[in-house]
């Protein structure tokens, strides 16, 4: 077995040596946010940058998370439907039912735009 800095040792010259990875400076206290680690030629040795960018797999998760939710009551408002169209009593609290999916469609939304205003502080 041949270790890293043995490796690194046997490299040709044309290979530039990379700064060690500074895990303190992986972690952002900005709520939404995570740490890109993007690295740059420093001249003599390749650099990293530590860049604040937008979390956007936890919003589009959250955004997906909720329309399922959503989703998952679907079947609720189909019973009341049916339930109208009979003249039959409704299965379900009409009302509640309605407040609580209005509820996750404006989270969904608020989400949505929280996401398309992360996009725009990027570009």
């Known amino acids: 077995m041949v270790s890293v800095i043995e490796q690194v040792a046997e490299l040709p010259t044309i290979y530039k040596p990379v700064d060690a990875i500074d895990e303190s400076k992986q972690n952002t206290d900005k709520e939404g946010y995570v740490v890109r680690i993007v ?16 979390d956007f797999q936890k919003v589009a998760h959250e955004i997906e998370r909720s329309k399922e939710v959503l989703a998952s009551s679907d079947y609720k408002i189909i019973k009341c439907y049916e339930a ?3 003249g039959s009593a409704m299965p379900y609290e009409i009302k509640e039912l309605h407040n609580e999916r209005q509820l996750l469609r404006d989270k969904i939304n608020e989400l949505e ?5 992360l996009s725009d502080d990027i570009l």
Do not use: K, N, Q, W
């Open 39 to 54: 690295p740059y030629d420093a001249g003599d040795r390749i650099s990293f940058r530590y860049i604040e960018v937008p």
């Open 113 to 117: 735009a929280r996401y398309t205003s």
């Open 84 to 86: 109208a169209l009979m």
